[in-house]
């Protein structure tokens, strides 16, 4: 039976769980589903890039101050869904969770699922009681890996089966395109130099400064090397770790071989990838890590760091790894995928440990929940009147 979905996400931003919201949506849609994908639009523009599947852009206002922001996109998203049929509705963030609970509140739905990609820890108690109640109110769990099914688990006493997540091989390739021979000249790339690709912005979750500093240590061995940290829209604010990046990246000296790019065009990530000579991406937490399956796809080697979740679907062949307790690891896993000899085993191993992950595996262990939302919804309509049962 086909079903009418709703994919709700908090921004139009390419963060991960908006790029995991879209490409589900597309792979439900692949699958013979009517799935539309849902999320406030500050900017009019809609989504970072256009989606195989319909859309619903809410017109939201911009908010600067943190909480204040997270109510006001609460109530923009509960607004515009008040009377929408969808026989089942799925939030991919805390924000738009809270959105739906207060429809389940209202009466106005059953229930909901949601995704917990990762948890944040925040001070401010309504933004922790928010992503709490994002959590407690779902009626269907379902995270991206084993370390947040455990987390669930543990301390908020929630199953949460992982359904994980899946790279579009057509999209992320080895193969150039005519935006690759462009990138370099049209975002001031060094035509001469190695690049180093950082994606995410500047961001402590992201551990860009001690990138950073990996980055200028190996500039004393290798000159002939350019970072490019790709990136960072997000809603929250990260200015203090922004200044300290800043700070130490004009006093190394090393501030004409950095670029930082902003937000950068969705259709250019590929090419990115490509020209880049490694990703680097020692990041701290994460829900799953979708960056370096884009970035093995297209056949470039990956550095992470040696914990979960990257060690639950990476195996020590899959990537180079670094020790986040020792900060020299991350420079010499640097150095090694500097080499011609990994840079030519990537290009082959890379694709293929892309190819285990698949979007439309993704959408179809969605469906069991999916199913018994759309029976309680049903059954709910029939006893509200809006529905008449089945005749026998």
């Excluded at 929630?158 to 000249?185: C, K, M, Y």
């Excluded at 130099?193 to 500047?202: A, E, K, P």
Aim: hydrophobic fraction near 40%; proline fraction near 7%.
């Amino acid at each position: 039976m086909s079903l009418s979905i709703g994919i709700l996400t908090h921004s139009t931003n390419p963060r991960g769980g908006v790029v995991h919201g879209m490409a589900l949506a597309e792979a439900l849609c692949d699958a013979g589903h009517d799935a539309t994908l849902i999320a406030p639009d500050v900017t009019g523009a809609g989504f970072f890039r256009r989606p195989r599947c319909a859309t619903n852009c809410i017109p939201a206002v911009p908010e600067r101050d943190l909480p204040t922001l997270v109510e006001r996109r609460i109530g923009e998203i509960r607004d515009a869904l008040r009377g929408q049929p969808f026989d089942v509705l799925h939030a991919q963030d805390p924000i738009s969770a809270n959105a739906l609970a207060e429809l389940v509140e209202e009466g106005r739905i059953p229930g909901f699922a949601r995704t917990v990609h990762h948890l944040d820890h925040f001070t401010h108690p309504v933004l922790a009681a928010r992503q709490e109640r994002g959590i407690r109110a779902a009626a269907e769990l379902f995270t991206v890996s084993t370390m947040w099914e455990d987390v669930l688990r543990n301390d908020h006493g929630r199953e949460a089966p992982v359904v994980g997540n899946g790279v579009d091989p057509v999209r992320f390739s080895h193969v150039p395109t005519a935006h690759d021979a462009a990138l370099r000249a049209r975002y001031h790339l060094p035509a001469d130099r190695h690049l180093i690709l950082s994606v995410g912005g500047i961001e402590r979750r992201k551990n860009t400064l001690h990138l950073l500093e990996a980055f200028v240590a190996l500039r004393r061995e290798r000159p002939d090397v350019h970072l490019v940290v790709a990136g960072g829209a997000s809603l929250l604010d990260h200015s203090a770790y922004r200044t300290r990046f800043t700070t130490y990246l004009r006093e190394s000296g090393a501030a004409d071989h950095v670029t930082i790019t902003g937000p950068v065009a969705d259709e250019d990530m590929p090419a990115f990838y490509r020209q880049a000579d490694v990703l680097a991406y020692p990041s701290m937490t994460e829900g799953f890590g979708l960056c370096p399956l884009e970035a093995l796809a297209c056949g470039t080697p990956v550095v992470v760091p040696e914990i979960a979740p990257f060690t639950e679907h990476l195996s020590r062949a899959d990537a180079l790894w670094c020790d986040l307790a020792r900060p020299d690891t991350l420079f010499l896993a640097l150095r090694d995928a500097l080499g011609a000899q990994n840079r030519e085993r990537f290009r082959a191993s890379g694709p293929a440990t892309a190819r285990r992950f698949d979007w439309g595996r993704v959408a179809s262990r969605h469906l069991p929940a999916y199913r018994r939302l759309a029976a309680r919804s049903r059954t709910d309509a029939i006893a509200s009147g809006v529905l008449s049962p089945c005749p026998k």
